[in-house]
């Protein structure tokens, strides 16, 4: 498998301010990430494919300036989402993918207030 | 675009009953996916499915696929109160060597005494 971890597990922030998620591939180099979103009693819904030293790939609909991914490392990428408002507020997850498998972070629960 | 649909999105049953999860698609896919989720927490990966026919299982659960039927069934046998839980299907598109990952609605399962 792979382990991959994801700090902080969970934050609580002001409306307008800026936060940072890291998820890093522990036991090996990832050349993708992928970050997720799920809202309460939801599905996970992919928001963009974070490949080491280019740009990441966003899906439809979300927003490249606000959700920034920088996947400066072959272990490590980070997702900020800036200027964060109330809807923001959602559980945040990243995954590797590892012989044909995807292996999921434990996650970051944001509460913008 | 691709829809993955689960049927039923709630279920509860009584422990030592069987049962059956699907999941359907809307156009072809490379492999599908079979995961966990408990409250609050992250995604545990139970199965991959790579091919027509293919059929896994462990413990109580199994899961087997049909790429023309585009669906997926994951059976639980003999329920036990451990296995209440969200179970996720997920369906993989690759595009330029980057594995895409569609979730299905999820099934809220939950086993009463």
């Known amino acids: 498998g792979a382990v991959v971890s994801q700090h902080p597990s969970w934050v609580i922030c002001k409306s307008g301010t800026s936060v940072k998620i890291e998820c890093r591939s522990l036991?090996?180099?990832?050349?993708?990430m992928f970050w997720y979103r799920q809202f309460p009693k939801q599905s996970l819904m992919l928001m963009a494919t974070s490949n080491e030293g280019s740009k990441a790939t966003y899906e439809q609909g979300v927003e490249k300036d606000k959700f920034l991914i920088n996947h400066a490392s072959l272990t490590l990428s980070t997702l900020t989402v800036t200027s964060a408002h109330p809807e923001d507020s959602s559980f945040y997850i990243c995954?590797?993918?590892?012989?044909?498998?995807?292996?999921f972070g434990p996650g970051t629960r944001l509460l913008v207030l | 675009e691709l829809k993955v649909e689960q049927n039923p999105l709630f279920l509860s049953m009584q422990e030592g009953k069987n049962y059956t999860i699907y999941c359907n698609y809307s156009?072809?896919?490379?492999?599908l996916y079979w995961y966990r989720q408990d409250p609050g927490k992250s995604l545990e990966s139970l199965f991959v499915l790579l091919s027509n026919g293919a059929v896994k299982q462990e413990g109580r659960l199994m899961a087997s696929l049909d790429t023309k039927a585009r669906l997926s069934t994951l059976h639980i046998t003999a329920a036990v109160h451990d296995l209440s839980a969200t179970y996720f299907c997920a369906v993989a598109q690759t595009n330029f060597g980057n594995e895409k990952l569609t979730f299905g609605t999820g099934t809220r399962l939950t086993i009463i005494p």
């Open positions: 156009t072809t896919s490379d492999r």
């Open positions: 995954s590797v993918s590892r012989l044909l498998t995807q292996y």
């Open positions: 036991d090996f180099q990832a050349t993708t």
